[in-house]
Structure formats: structure tokens, C-alpha cells
């Protein structure tokens, strides 16, 4: 049973940082696709940032330059480092995970992904 339990969250000012942790457990597949998503109350889920086990990232044009996605496979732990924080990030921010999708906007798709986790809050107070 795939796991994915995000950490890192919390309440920053403007301009701060913050790095967001989500261990996967349970994954077995060489191929695959994790990302980062985010929803705000009142907004739909949002694709923040991907990485596949090529390698490939995207990230949205709102995070591009500020967001880094990485993924420590010594620990199977994707990253999310964020750094010049602004109000608008203000989210839920949740990893997923799937099979192998294919290097595309599709990667940011929420309905591409099967697994999540629960969800970490980030505020981002100006």
C-alpha cells in the first residue's frame, strides 16, 4: 500500500522560506511521477511543481525561479523547497504520486495522480 505523508508546513512572513518533506512508502515501480499540488479554500487543486524518475520537472509559472522539486532517493522523499515566499502561496499543499507520465503539462494534471497524502498547511503572512 503506497504511502505519502507530507511535513514542513507553517507560518512564514513575506519573503520567507519553507521546505515541505513527503517520504513514499509502498512505491515499487522504476517509472514514475510525483508532484507537488496546492489549494487554496475556495479554489480548485493546482499542479505546483513534478518530477519524474527521469529526471523531468515542470513547475507552474507562479512558482518558476522561487520553487525547487527534487527527490532524495537515498530516503524516497520528495522535496519541495520554497523559497520568496508570497501571500498567494498560501495553500494546502499535498504530494502525489503515480506511474509514469509522460514528460507534459500532463504532470501537473491532479486527475493524472492515484496516490496522496493528507495535506500540509502553509500560510504566508505579508
Known amino acids: 500500500q503506497v504511502q505519502l505523508v507530507e511535513s514542513g508546513g507553517g507560518s512564514v512572513q513575506a519573503g520567507g522560506s519553507l521546505t515541505l518533506s513527503c517520504p513514499v512508502s509502498g512505491y515499487t515501480s522504476s517509472d514514475y511521477c510525483m508532484a507537488w499540488f496546492r489549494q487554496a479554500p475556495g479554489k480548485e487543486r493546482e499542479g505546483v511543481a513534478s518530477i519524474d524518475s527521469d529526471g523531468n520537472t515542470r513547475y507552474a509559472d507562479s512558482v518558476k525561479g522561487r520553487f525547487t522539486i527534487s527527490n532524495d532517493n537515498a530516503k524516497n522523499t520528495l522535496i519541495l523547497q520554497m523559497n520568496s515566499l508570497k501571500p498567494a502561496d498560501t495553500a494546502m499543499y499535498y504530494c502525489?504520486?503515480?506511474?509514469?507520465?509522460?514528460?507534459?503539462?500532463?504532470?501537473?494534471?491532479?486527475?493524472?495522480?492515484?496516490?496522496w497524502g493528507r495535506g500540509t498547511q502553509v500560510t504566508v503572512s505579508s
Open positions: 502525489a504520486a503515480d506511474f509514469f507520465i509522460p514528460p507534459s503539462p500532463l504532470q501537473l494534471m491532479s486527475y493524472e495522480y492515484t496516490d
